[in-house]
């Protein structure tokens, strides 16, 4: 559940045009790092640091047959139409998680 929202949060900040370093760490911190104890934020705090460039993370997520000159765009429509149906289901687990007493807050 907190990575669903860790992922839904960056994504978001990844459209808005952040860069992706600090799109996931902005993730990371309200999404995540509440959540965890000394030693696995520190690993997670180090495992940032190799977070892709926002270039190296769009065309990733693209087929080789799209123009690199074209990259962003492509990217951008295709995350912001999936943000839109993702977005959805996430709060709707969040909101069932709440109700059903399941949104534990202690530190792993």
């Not at 994504?11 to 860069?19: E, T």
């Not at 123009?67 to 995350?79: Q, S």
């Amino acid at each position: 559940k907190r990575a669903l929202d860790f992922l839904d949060r960056f994504l978001k900040k990844y459209i808005s045009g952040s860069k992706t370093h600090d799109a996931a760490r902005e993730a990371f911190e309200t999404e995540l790092a509440p959540y965890q104890g000394w030693v696995l934020r520190t690993t997670c705090k180090t495992a940032l640091k190799m977070v892709p460039t926002r270039e190296k993370f769009g065309t990733t997520l693209l087929l080789n047959s799209v123009d690199p000159m074209y990259w962003e765009r492509c990217v951008i429509n295709e995350l912001k139409d999936m943000m839109s149906c993702y977005s959805v289901v996430i709060q709707e687990m969040d909101s069932w998680f709440e109700k059903e007493g399941l949104n534990f807050k202690e530190r792993a």
